[in-house]
Structures are given as structure tokens and as C-alpha cells.
């Protein structure tokens, strides 16, 4: 390289650094107090971190000048620790922050930033007026990956308070080491059932304009935030999840840890999973969906059908004319609580519109919503009722037979799904069954229904989740209560009284799953737990999340996996020598 050359390249690196510079200062020059600074990481500027105030703990919504003006201390929330990225300070030209006494200027690091502690704050604007005196308190995150989002208040606002929108945002996932993963724009807004009714802490719909690969997981394009208000651990997910994967159940969502900011402003801990779906979700089948707008321009503006079949139960269709040449799949189905679909709802109810634009089938104890494809035609409706209802059947005969055909309950399942995800429920004690998240699916050209995916289970490993200072000594790790599945659902409890398949879920364990946890149980779930300790404890202060500390909670669920593993060995490793075998599960 020339020395001319060799000048060149250097002007344009240190004309790059200082358009970044500038570029990275200038939102801050409209500041007129703490509302309005911050920090920005050096190993990449557009991380930039606001300050918190103390009245913002509980509340997700966006903080403006009043809440800084009403509160004393400041949190700020730092990604990074300062041994992978040091943090500048942003603030307009000519104004200065005094920490402890020592002067900051706009774009100076930030020195001797430990965690956990306080200083005092004084922020002077240039003509030297103090604008503001408060205390603030840095709290450090675990080392795993952030992501920042932006958007428009008011768009955030909407996403918080509705499923039903899609409010613009631009995105950027960074790695451990402070690098970009990836970035561009997406949609977001509300999701999920009881956790976005009843809690302040977020769950949100994350659908990207195109299909990508973010944290090393599979590409895809819709993806959720779940923030698990409900797990006290952050961890059961991502447990289960790994559990399945290894067991061989397909199309288990992949999942990554971020710390999550907003315009600057930390949101929490959360957990990025792909969205269980055939169109731009995990189950990558044929979709029927795709074809059916294909063929029918006025798909969007088709009107549902309510009717009621041979059997006296209601269903759900749409008014679409024309239906692919091969209608055998794939369809996508989630197994509901019984009126979900058939209640009459409040037009004010998120629900209402739900069940407005979704296809259903009534089997009489339960609803059998059809996600993919989203509208049915009469057609479809018929074709995978017509394989649904016998199989309930069989499932519920004490024979194992549908009445009407005589075929055998296995005739109609892949049993090698069924059997892992029957499993998994069981193992973990997933509690939430009942309400949704059973997932089972039908391929095309393939007369097998699948179970699957598995989904949500932030309320499992425990029989107390919504207040730890409820669980009394040994009802959390006492795995006997949820030793046999009993479920509300008829499916899944109709397996369960089925001599040879629960042999056949004893099988499994004892050829796959036993294997995995007890691998999982020494390395992975303690490695989880350490990974995620200083984010659980910063999620709990910005939440106000007073049940214990993370660590206690965090513990708990390791010794819960731990106590069921040793269970399940004794009872189904070491049959009748195990010191359990006056409890083995009889199917009742």
C-alpha cells in the first residue's frame, strides 16, 4: 500500500468515526434534563442506553421530562459489562455531568462504572445552570446477547395495549461481545392470553418484513418476545424447549435470552422464540393458506360460516369459492378449552375478533382451533374434521377403536410424536394445558396427525407460579403430584388410559429422555442459571418482582428438574427395586 494510499484510508476511517460521532450526539441535543441523556457504547454507538427513573419500576410505558422530575434516583440499566465495551457519555455540547464530583463532558468515557453502586449526579447546561441533581444507581446485565428496539411512543403505546396491531419499529440484535447479529425493520404488538391481560410486563408479537436469522437460530421470519412474568426462573423454556429438541420432537421453536430495550430504555429480560406457525413460522410445511389466498382474491374480505355438523357440534368455516387441487395439508391446530370459539364475546373483547377470522371444530369437550390455513374452505373443514373426529373417538373408546370404522387409535397418530410430547407434558408438569398451547398438526400427502409443536411453558416444574411466597416447604420439588398426567383435556387424558401407549411413553424416557436430563441437570440448567443470574436480578428491580430473589427462584426450578429426573429414573429405569414403586402411575 502507497503512503498516499495508506493517508486515504485513514481519512476516510477517522471521517467515518467522526460521522458517527456526530450522528451519535445529536439526539441529545434537545436535552433539558435527564430525560434526555445517556450513554452510548463505544464498540458500537447506536447502543444507547437512557436513564431510568426510579418511578418507572412496574411500569412499561415510556418515560417523558415529568417522571424524571419526580423521582430522586436514576437506574442505569448497562448491556455490556465495561470489560467488553466502555460507554461514552451523551449529553448536548457545552453541558457537563458530574459523578461523584468528577466532570463528564458530551462524548467523554465514562470511568470506574461499577455495578450495583450509587453516585451523586449533577448535571449542568452549558451557561453553567445545574439543570438537574439526582442520584444514580448503574446496574450491570448478563453476559448474553441485547436488543434494541425504536419506535414511535405512541406506536409502543398501541402495541402495549393491543394484539390485534402492528405498529412499525427498526431493530438490532447484538451478540454477547457487543456486535451486531442482525438488524432491519418489523412489525410489532401485543400477544399471548393472561400474561398480556394481567400483567404490566409485556408479551410481544415480533414479525420481521423479511425472513432472517437471528442469534444463530433457523431463519424465520415472525418471532415473539415472551416475558414470562409467570417463571420466575426465565429458564423453562428455554428447559423444555432443549429437552424436546433432543428427544426428537420436530419443529420445537428455537429460543435466545436478550436483554430488551426500547428508545433506549430497558424493558427487561426476554425471550426471543420463533413463532409456531406454517406460514413464515417453524413447522415448514406446504401451505395450504398461501394457496387458498392464491386462488380466492377476496380471501381477506370472506365472511365466517357457523354451522352445525352430523353430530350436533358447531364449526367454523369461510365463504371461500375455489379450493386447491391437493387439500390434504398442511393443517395446523391447537387444541382449546371448550367455549373459546362457541361463547359470544364483547366486541371490545380481543377475542371477539379472534374468533371471527379463525376457522374452529367443536368436539364437545373441547375446540379445536385451526391456525393454519387461517380460513378453511366448507371443503377442508370437512376433509380434517372428518380424520379429527374419529380419532377423538378412538381416543375415548375403552378399546382403543373408533366405533363407526373400527380403526384402532394408533391408525390415526404419528405415535413417535405423540409419545414425546405426552412426555414432555408429563415431565415437566405443564399446567397450562388446559387453556390452549397443545399444538398438533397434519401434513400433506401424509394421513398421520402429528403432535406438536410444544408451546408455552412458563407455568410448569412448580405447583404454585403466580406467587413463589405461596409455594410451602416440598410442594415445589415434590414431584408426585404431577407424577400421571390428569389434564382437562380429553385427548391427551384418553392417551394417558391406554395401557400400550403408556408403555410406550415409558419407552421413551427410558431410551431418550433419561439420557438428556440427566446430561441437562449436570451441565446445561446450572450454566443456564448462572448465564442469566445478573439480568434475573435487574428484571426483577425494573419490574418490582418482590417473590424472593432470582437466585432463590432460579435454584428451586434446578432442584425441581434435578428431584423429577431422580424420579423418573427410580420409577422407570429401576422399576420395582426403585424406592417409589408403591406410587406408580396407574392411569387414573
Known amino acids: 500500500m502507497t503512503a498516499a494510499l495508506a493517508a486515504a484510508v485513514l481519512f476516510t476511517v477517522l471521517w467515518y468515526r467522526q460521522k458517527q460521532y456526530s450522528e451519535t450526539l445529536a439526539p441529545y441535543e434537545e436535552a433539558d434534563s435527564f430525560a434526555g441523556i445517556g450513554v452510548y457504547a ?70 470506574n462504572i461499577s455495578d450495583g453502586k450509587t453516585y451523586s449526579a449533577i448535571l449542568r447546561s452549558a451557561d453553567g445552570t445545574i439543570r438537574a441533581e439526582k ?67 409485556k408479551p410481544f408479537k415480533f414479525y420481521l418484513d423479511d425472513t432472517d436469522s437471528i442469534l444463530g437460530m433457523s431463519a424465520c421470519r415472525k418471532y415473539l418476545l415472551l416475558s414470562n412474568p409467570m417463571d420466575g426462573s426465565q429458564m423453562k423454556n428455554r428447559i423444555v424447549y432443549e429437552a424436546a429438541r433432543r428427544i ?23 425471550l426471543i422464540s420463533q413463532k409456531i406457525g406454517v406460514e413464515d413460522g417453524t413447522v415448514s410445511e406446504t401451505s395450504l393458506d398461501d394457496e387458498n389466498k392464491l386462488l380466492n382474491p377476496d380471501y381477506d374480505s370472506t365472511e365466517p360460516v357457523v354451522e352445525t355438523d352430523p353430530s350436533g357440534y358447531q364449526q367454523q368455516y369461510f365463504s371461500l369459492q375455489k379450493n386447491p387441487p391437493d387439500i390434504s395439508g398442511t393443517y395446523l391446530m391447537e387444541v382449546m378449552y371448550q367455549g373459546y ?47 379429527i373426529r374419529p380419532m377423538s373417538e378412538a381416543f375415548a373408546a375403552e378399546n382403543g377403536r373408533d366405533p363407526s370404522s373400527g380403526r384402532y387409535y394408533t391408525d390415526y397418530i404419528d405415535l413417535a410424536s405423540w409419545g414425546a410430547q405426552y412426555l414432555i407434558q408429563d415431565f415437566f408438569a405443564l399446567q397450562d394445558q388446559s387453556y390452549g398451547s397443545v399444538f398438533m398438526y397434519k401434513k400433506r400427502g401424509d394421513d398421520k396427525i402429528y403432535a406438536g409443536p410444544i408451546w408455552d411453558y412458563d407455568k410448569s416444574m412448580t405447583d404454585s407460579y403466580y406467587n413463589w411466597d405461596d409455594v410451602e416447604e416440598g410442594s415445589d420439588e415434590d414431584p408426585f403430584p404431577w407424577y400421571g398426567q390428569a389434564n382437562i383435556y380429553e385427548l391427551m387424558h384418553d392417551l394417558g388410559l391406554k395401557e400400550d401407549f403408556r408403555e410406550y411413553v415409558k419407552t421413551v424416557y427410558q431410551q431418550k429422555l433419561s439420557a ?10 446450572p450454566q443456564m442459571r448462572d448465564e442469566l443470574m445478573a439480568s434475573g436480578a435487574a428484571d426483577d428491580l425494573r419490574w418490582g418482582r418482590d417473590e424472593g430473589t432470582f437466585a432463590d427462584r432460579s435454584a428451586r426450578v434446578v432442584r425441581w428438574v434435578t428431584k423429577r429426573t431422580e424420579l423418573f429414573d427410580a420409577v422407570w429405569v429401576m422399576g420395582e427395586n426403585s424406592p417409589y414403586a408403591d406410587n406408580l402411575f396407574q392411569g387414573n
Not at 437506574?75 to 467488553?84: A, D, G, Q, R
Not at 421453536?253 to 430497558?266: A, H
Not at 438428556?516 to 440448567?525: A, K, S, T, Y
Open 248 to 270: 426428537g420432537l420436530t419443529y420445537t421453536p428455537e429460543c435466545r435470552s436478550v436483554n430488551l430495550y426500547v428508545n433506549g430504555e430497558y424493558q427487561g429480560l426476554y
Open 135 to 201: 442520584k444514580v444507581q448503574t446496574e450491570g446485565l448478563s453476559a448474553i446477547p441485547a436488543l434494541f428496539m425504536t419506535m414511535k411512543e405512541e406506536d409502543y403505546a398501541s402495541a402495549r395495549s393491543s394484539k390485534l396491531v402492528r405498529e412499525n419499529c427498526s431493530y438490532s440484535f447484538y451478540k454477547e461481545d457487543g456486535t451486531v447479529d442482525a438488524h432491519g425493520s418489523c412489525l410489532v404488538g401485543g400477544h399471548g392470553g393472561s400474561t398480556f391481560e394481567y400483567h404490566e410486563k
Open 516 to 525: 438428556v436430563m440427566d446430561g441437562m441437570v449436570q451441565n446445561e440448567i
Open 341 to 387: 370459539f362457541s361463547d359470544n364475546y364483547d366486541k371490545d373483547d380481543d377475542r371477539y375478533e379472534y374468533t371471527k377470522r379463525q376457522s374452529w371444530i367443536n368436539l364437545g369437550n373441547e375446540e379445536i382451533r385451526i391456525k393454519s390455513p387461517n380460513r378453511v374452505t366448507k371443503e377442508e373443514l370437512e376433509y380434517i374434521a372428518g380424520i
Open 42 to 111: 463505544a464498540c458500537d454507538p447506536s447502543i444507547r442506553v437512557s436513564f431510568l427513573p426510579a418511578s418507572a419500576v412496574g411500569s412499561g410505558d415510556l418515560q417523558d421530562a415529568s417522571d424524571y422530575e419526580e423521582t430522586d434516583l436514576l437506574y442505569l440499566f448497562l448491556p455490556y459489562s465495561t470489560e467488553v465495551t466502555q460507554y461514552h457519555i451523551g449529553l448536548p455540547k457545552g453541558w457537563t455531568l458530574l459523578l461523584d464530583g468528577r466532570s463528564y463532558a458530551a462524548g467523554d468515557i465514562l470511568e
